[in-house]
C-alpha cells in the first residue's frame, strides 16, 4: 500500500474504545446545564458518525466482501448507497466479529483486476501518479483525457481518512482524501456509470472495475477487498430502511488477539455462523451497543452484551480455579515415602546402568 505507517505521514486513526470514551465524555458534557452551553461542550456532543445511522433509503449496492488469506471466508451484504465510510467501518468490525481496537486504512481503486480463480480477491489495482501523466505523452495516446488502460499504476483515487490534516502537516497531495464521516458509497458507484468516482477523476473505470482496500490492525493487517456483487448490482427497495441485508456469508477469522498459548481453532472456512447474524435489526442493536459480534475458536458469535460479559466473567473464573489448582500442586510438601522414592532413583539408574553393561572380557 503505498500510503505510509508513519503518524507523521499520514492521519492517525482512532480505535472503536476511544470513540466510545468520547462519546461518554459528550453525552456526559451534554447532560451538565452550565457545561452543555458552551461552544466546546456543544462540539463534543455531536453524534458518533461511527455508530449513526443515515437516513432510511431504498437504494441499496451488492457488495462482495472477501477476507484476504482465508479462503472461502466472505460476506454477500446490500448495503445502502448513503452510508458513509465511517458506517463501512462499523459494518467490517460486525461482519468479521472484531473488536474496533487497533487502527484502521480505507483505498478506493479503480482500474482494478479481479482474479478468476478466487471470487473476490483484487489481483491489480491503481492509477499512475498525476505528474507521470503529465511527463509522459498521456493526451496524445488517449485523446479523451481518459486513463487509458497501458497507464495502470498502483495510486488509489481516495484514501479514506478519520480527520483533517493538522497545520503544516505533509499527507499525499496527488491522492484525494476524504473524510470518512463524510464520504458515502454512492459517490464511489453509481447506476450511471458515467457519473461514478472514476470518470469524475479523469478515470474510465466502469463500476465493476472499481474496488476498496480495507485494511484493519495495521500490524497484524487484516485486508479486506470490496467489490461489487455480479448478480444485482443495484438494489431499489420497496420499503426504506438504512440496516444492511446479508444475503450470504460464509467462514469467520481467527482469533484476533489470541492468548499464549494459542488455542486450537477449526479452519477459517468451516466456522458456523448463528442464525441471529443473519436477522436486519442485529447491526442497529449493534450500532447502540446492545449486542455484539465476536469471532471465537470454534464459531462466529452473536450474543447480546449482558450474554458476552457473562461469558467473559466465566471465563475468568474457569482461568484463576486453574491457576489456584497449580498453586497448590506446587505448594504441597513431600511425604517421606516420596523422598524415599528420590533418594531410591540413582541408586536404581546405577544398578540398571551395571546391568546393561558388556561383562569384561566378552567383545560385541
Not at 464520504?183 to 472514476?198: M, P, R
Not at 480495507?214 to 438494489?235: A, P, Q, R
Not at 523422598?339 to 544398578?351: G, I, S
Request: charged share 30%.
Amino acid at each position: 500500500m503505498s500510503s505510509s505507517a508513519s503518524s507523521s505521514a499520514q492521519p492517525s486513526t482512532l480505535s472503536h474504545n476511544s470513540l466510545k470514551r468520547l462519546r461518554a465524555e459528550s453525552i456526559t458534557s451534554s447532560e451538565n446545564g452550565n457545561q452543555g452551553n458552551s461552544p466546546s461542550a456543544s462540539k463534543r456532543a455531536r453524534p458518533d458518525p461511527y455508530f449513526t445511522l443515515p437516513p432510511p433509503t431504498t437504494q441499496y449496492i451488492t457488495l462482495y466482501i472477501m477476507l484476504m488469506r482465508f479462503k472461502r471466508v466472505f460476506r454477500v451484504v446490500e448495503v445502502p448507497l448513503n452510508y458513509t465510510f465511517a458506517n463501512l467501518h462499523t459494518l467490517m468490525q460486525f461482519l468479521f466479529g472484531w473488536s474496533g481496537d487497533h487502527l484502521h486504512e480505507v483505498e478506493v481503486f479503480d482500474c482494478v483486476t479481479l482474479l478468476k480463480t478466487r471470487k473476490g480477491e483484487i489481483k491489480e489495482a491503481g492509477r499512475i501518479p498525476a505528474h507521470q501523466r503529465e511527463l509522459s505523452d498521456w493526451y496524445a495516446v488517449n485523446g479523451t483525457g481518459r486513463i487509458a488502460r497501458q497507464f495502470k499504476g498502483s495510486d488509489p483515487m481516495w484514501k479514506v481518512t478519520t480527520r483533517k490534516p493538522r497545520k503544516n502537516e505533509w499527507w499525499d497531495l496527488e491522492v484525494e482524501n476524504r473524510l470518512d464521516a463524510e464520504a458515502t458509497l454512492g459517490e464511489v458507484w453509481n447506476v450511471d456509470e458515467k457519473q461514478n468516482l472514476s470518470y469524475r477523476t479523469e478515470g474510465d473505470s466502469s463500476n465493476e472495475e472499481i474496488a476498496i482496500k480495507y485494511k484493519y490492525d495495521l500490524g497484524s493487517t487484516w485486508e479486506v477487498h470490496i467489490s461489487c456483487n455480479d448478480d444485482n448490482t443495484f438494489v431499489t427497495k420497496a420499503v426504506a430502511s438504512n440496516l444492511p441485508v446479508i444475503v450470504k456469508a460464509n467462514g469467520a477469522p481467527p482469533l484476533e488477539d489470541p492468548p499464549y498459548p494459542e488455542p486450537i481453532e477449526i479452519d477459517a472456512h468451516k466456522k458456523p455462523i448463528p442464525r441471529r447474524f443473519y436477522e436486519q435489526d442485529v447491526f442497529a442493536k449493534y450500532c447502540a451497543h446492545e449486542m455484539t459480534c465476536i469471532t471465537r475458536e470454534d464459531k462466529l458469535d452473536v450474543c447480546t452484551d449482558a450474554e458476552a460479559k457473562a461469558r467473559h466473567q466465566e471465563k475468568r473464573r474457569r482461568r484463576k480455579k486453574k491457576q489456584r489448582e497449580r498453586k497448590e500442586i506446587r505448594d504441597i510438601p513431600l511425604s517421606d515415602d516420596d523422598l524415599d522414592t528420590e533418594d531410591e532413583q540413582p541408586a536404581v539408574r546405577e544398578a540398571e546402568a551395571g546391568d546393561d553393561s558388556t561383562p569384561p572380557g566378552e567383545s560385541n
